[in-house]
């Protein structure tokens, strides 16, 4: 029990991480980001390439999916930032789908649908497995630390501020002078730059890296984190993270109490409660868990 | 690839029929946000539900394709309204970006209680399956014709709504501006339910057309779901037509993409023309600028 | 609001009496598999790790049932040596991010002493890992060849044949039915590549051509451009190396195009839930082949039996060996261990003992102490050192009138 319990707050810190990189997005730029799981997968495949194929070391090969993943958000920034929220996520949503599509067929770079296995992790092999973990766990949570503390100053600094006011009202920033697209691309960089470093902790942690495991279904998670915790709020991102890892593995349990239905019944009445969570959060607690302090906008219904 | 004429009307030919296949879908799409102003991720699941519902009536009830395509657009549209004043509508001060969010759980929701009880095998409808028609070399299916008939039919009768009802000039007054006509007495509330009711009647219609040509399961809707979107985009994000033409264009493309690069990356081709078109015109070929 | 009250309290009460009864449950089940040496009673736990939600849904659910109705027979029979067998089963969802976090709860939660029923290659090729290095063997029907390259340490054994192996007896077959242009047409997968390398030179071999080798993306659902380059290249056989729903509106679209060549699939493309799914004239004719046991094996008729009015498909005829492969090695080790089951699983399904094709007789012939040799319901099973299925038959059948009649064994 002990070694699922470390493996899942692994998990968590992972999901910490992206819902991090997608609060600086989402939460402070206020731009929409659905494809978030492709940012995850350029970190993973850069740092999986560069060291078991250039035997780069680990840390510097998860610097390099970090940075590489914030070239690609940088370059997604500038094509969609004259886009309307709206076609932003289906932009996004879009660009997802075409680096798992890229990554299935591009073998002679990615390996395919076989993907990359015998990723390198620190000290696998040399530790027992639930040492390696425990390493991990630490690793992880030590990112997500560092991610929190930077971001969250970030986020009181005068680029958070403007990142707020460009959320707020975009005509308005620009009006006070601000270079509203270099903030914005910015902001889409610093973003992707964390969840591609989650990506690239993913990949050596699990070893090993598919297409498939690159499903939108994981951007939805994230999204569901940081929507529970609270959109805006760095410490909303990490208690999100762990609300749903929490949701998605105490569901496990919970299906498996169920009398009289069929597996497959138990497996779709545990995404419909994932999926029916989400729902219900956003309905009765759209502030989240952890609400965001410096909210500056008007409350729904107040008068403007 | 190309050698003739006759290679290139094909591919025109066959992209016209995955066209048509998405475009009722992506008129849905575009007509609830026209009214409501938010993209409605669950319309993949609506054209699931309809797909299932026609599946119904076709296997179960006997009735014939026309008939259960009535039932797939009713259930389709029932089920939509549903999930609308149940889910989403209580979310709508919060801003079109939650709804959004909103609307992806219930696609993820609708699917798994579709799943609970029809479960994950692969159904067909019980029709007959014709030989293509051949002209000079080029093949048509009679059946894919009738469907993309269906299709334009449906298309049709929605426009037909829109310009010379009552009800389509009141849907018509909200989309350009709620307020405006909030103040000459058009209730946004009842026409948002018709939009609603429409919108997602129609991605259920067009799922079982989908059907039609394939084997529905769970995740009939959520396979094509990207290829709508692009074509709702392209065509510019709130017009009718518009997303009647991106379908085609995404249709046409897709097919391209088949023939001239890899069919392995047919998604991309949808992906690059919505970038394509954006970044020339960022309000989508017919759509108008914001 | 008072008589609310009470009703609420009550509600809680019955609330808490049903967390207490379950933990108490969960206290009793841990206890029991905590302990992993051999003692009665305790019941010995297999995780099953199929997919349920995602795109292997289609096949997921009837793979556990197999399992679960091995397990039903075993437990019939009196266990293994007096000891229940459990299976819990998680959702993989066709995702290995999904997978591994099930595989880590099966492991390190339920204890399992095997694991079975994976899937996709990526999940397998995920979980792999957690089992070896938590020593618990990993039963698999998931393609990819580089899965049992992994260094396993012996703890994979995969019944789904190498793409090699599947793709040579293929072409042999085809080859012997006349075939000699033909096209190749795969969905994006671990194998497709493989395939395509062994068709070329196979038929080049024989004298024939491939004369197209198209990778399709899998999630589409319309493929008449594909279906028209078939055409075009005037094949007298096509291939589909795809899944359930792609090779669906393939069938139909090659069926509308006209196509009257040869239509080649793996078993688990065209299946039986297809052929109820289409009209007769669309299937007709369409060949497929698996891995199998011998015409008259028990095996696969008992399975049959068990799944009543639902044909066997080849991913369930699989899991069915796997549950039957590791409750007999641990009978035959005496020790329900993961390393006791790997070490075990060759000496219960090849070699010279006595032959069964079902639990039942091989726990009866294993507690009266003599040797038995496996044939299960996908075939012999024979592993080599790889883990990797060896040895074994296949069965190619065609559809006609909606079922499937058998054309050749070898």
């Known amino acids: 029990m002990e070694a699922y319990i470390v493996a899942m707050l692994v998990f968590a810190g992972f999901y910490a991480l992206m819902a991090l990189g997608l609060n600086v997005i989402w939460g402070l730029a206020g731009m929409v980001n659905l494809g978030l799981v492709g940012f995850f997968a350029v970190g993973a495949y850069a740092s999986a390439l560069l060291t078991t194929k250039l035997l780069w070391p680990m840390p510097l090969g998860w610097a390099a999916g970090a940075a590489i993943a914030a070239v690609a958000g940088g370059i997604m920034a500038l094509i969609v930032a004259r886009l309307r929220g709206d076609y932003l996520a289906i932009v996004t949503l879009g660009f997802a789908e075409v680096i798992r599509l890229v990554a299935s067929n591009e073998i002679w770079l990615t390996n395919g649908t076989d993907g990359i296995s015998g990723i390198p992790g620190p000290w696998r092999g040399d530790v027992s497995p639930q040492q390696f973990n425990l390493i991990f766990l630490a690793l992880v949570w030590c990112a997500v630390g560092i991610a929190f503390l930077l971001l969250s100053r970030a986020s009181h600094s005068p680029f958070g501020r403007v990142l707020r006011a460009v959320r707020e009202d975009e005509d308005v920033a620009a009006v006070a002078g601000k270079p509203v697209l270099w903030f914005k691309l910015r902001a889409f960089a610093l973003g992707a730059a964390v969840v591609g470093f989650a990506g690239a902790l993913y990949a050596h942690y699990n070893a090993y890296i598919a297409p498939d495991g690159f499903a939108p279904l994981l951007t939805i998670y994230i999204v569901l984190a940081l929507t529970a915790g609270g959109v805006g709020a760095m410490r909303g991102a990490v208690v999100g993270a762990l609300f749903v890892v929490l949701l998605l593995e105490s569901t496990r349990f919970l299906a498996q109490e169920i009398p009289g239905v069929t597996p497959v019944q138990k497996a779709a009445l545990r995404e419909s409660i994932i999926a029916l969570s989400l729902i219900l959060l956003l309905r009765f607690r759209p502030q989240g868990l952890i609400p965001e302090r410096t909210r500056t906008h008007s409350r729904p219904g107040a008068t403007p | 690839m190309i050698q003739d004429w006759r290679d290139i009307a094909q591919i025109l030919l066959n992209g016209l029929m995955t066209g048509s296949m998405l475009m009722l879908p992506a008129i849905g799409f575009t007509t609830i946000f026209a009214v409501l102003r938010y993209p409605n991720f669950a319309v993949a699941a609506y054209a699931t539900v309809g797909a299932f519902a026609g599946w119904v009536a076709n296997t179960q009830w006997g009735l014939p394709a026309g008939l259960a395509l009535v039932a797939a657009f009713l259930v389709a549209g029932a089920v939509g309204l549903l999930a609308e004043e149940a889910a989403l509508k209580p979310l ?27 479960g994950n095998e692969l159904r067909g409808y019980d029709l007959p399956i014709l030989r293509d028609w051949r002209f000079d070399g080029i093949r048509i299916g009679p059946q894919q014709v009738q469907n993309t008939l269906y299709a334009c039919a449906a298309a049709g009768a929605l426009f037909a709504v829109l310009a010379f009802t009552r009800l389509g000039r009141a849907m018509r007054a909200v989309a350009d501006n709620p307020q405006l006509a909030d103040i000459k007495g058009v209730d946004p509330d009842r026409i948002a339910r018709v939009a609603v009711f429409i919108g997602a009647g129609l991605a259920g219609f067009g799922g079982m057309l989908l059907g039609l040509d394939t084997s529905i399961d769970p995740l009939t809707g959520f396979r094509v779901i990207l290829s709508v979107f692009a074509a709702a985009v392209v065509g510019g994000l709130g017009s009718i037509p518009g997303a009647a033409l991106g379908a085609l264009v995404v249709g046409i493309g897709e097919e391209m993409a088949g023939v001239l690069l890899e069919p392995a990356y047919r998604t991309v081709t949808a992906f690059l023309a919505i970038l394509l078109v954006l970044s020339i015109r960022p309000q989508g070929l017919l759509g108008r600028a914001a | 609001m008072t008589k609310f009250r009470i009703g609420r309290r009550a509600a809680l009460r019955r609330a808490a009496g049903a967390l207490y009864a379950t933990s108490a449950a969960g206290a009793v089940s841990s206890f029991a598999i905590g302990g992993k040496a051999f003692s009665q009673g305790a019941p010995i736990v297999f995780g099953a790790l199929p997919p349920l939600t995602g795109a292997g849904g289609p096949y997921g659910p009837a793979m556990l049932r197999a399992i679960q109705a091995v397990v039903e027979e075993a437990n019939a029979a009196g266990g293994i040596r007096g000891r229940q067998i459990r299976v819990v089963a998680e959702d993989d969802q066709t995702n290995p991010d999904a ?12 204890r399992v002493s095997a694991m079975m029923g994976t899937w996709a290659s990526s999940v397998t090729t995920a979980v792999a890992p957690l089992c070896w290095e938590n020593r618990v063997p990993l039963f698999t029907v998931s393609g990819a060849d580089s899965i049992t390259l992994l260094p396993h340490q012996g703890f994979i054994f995969r019944t789904q044949p190498n793409s090699k192996l599947q793709i040579e007896t293929g072409a042999d077959f085809l080859l012997r039915q006349g075939a000699r242009r033909i096209f190749h047409l795969a969905a994006q997968s671990p194998f497709a590549q493989s395939s395509q390398d062994v068709l070329v030179a196979k038929f080049r071999a024989a004298g024939g051509e491939v ?8 999630e ?47 078993a688990y493309a065209i299946n039986q839930n297809l052929l109820n799914s289409l009209p007769h004239e669309v299937t007709n004719g369409a060949m497929t082949w698996q891995p199998s046991p011998d015409v008259d094996s028990g095996a696969f008729k008992r399975l049959e039996r068990l799944f009543g009015n639902t044909a066997v498909d080849p991913y369930s005829a699989q899991t069915n060996d796997h549950a039957a492969l590791a409750i007999l090695a641990a009978a035959a080790a005496g020790d329900a261990g993961g390393v006791a089951i790997r070490d075990n699983v060759r000496r219960i399904s090849q070699g010279d003992g006595e032959k069964v094709d079902n639990v039942t007789d091989g726990l009866r012939a294993l507690a009266a102490g003599r040797a038995i040799n496996y044939e299960g319901s996908s075939g012999p099973v024979e592993f080599d050192e790889r883990g990797d299925i060896r040895g074994t038959k296949f069965r190619y059948e065609r559809a006609a009138g909606g079922r499937f009649e058998l054309v050749e064994l070898r």
């Open chain 2, 92 to 118: 709508r001060p919060s801003g079109p970006l939650t709804v959004a969010i909103a609307s992806v759980a219930l696609t993820l929701l609708i699917e798994n209680i579709l799943r609970f009880f029809f």
């Open chain 3, 99 to 110: 997978g591994v976090r099930g595989a880590r709860k099966l492991i390190d939660v339920d």
């Open chain 3, 211 to 218: 004369v197209g080798y198209t990778v399709y993306e899998r």
């Open chain 3, 220 to 266: 589409k659902t319309a493929f008449r451009s594909e279906v028209d380059a078939i055409m075009r290249a005037r094949a007298d056989t096509v291939f589909l190396n795809g899944y359930l729903p792609d090779v669906t509106i393939l069938l139909r679209e090659l069926f509308r195009a006209g196509f009257d060549g040869r239509r080649f699939a793996p």
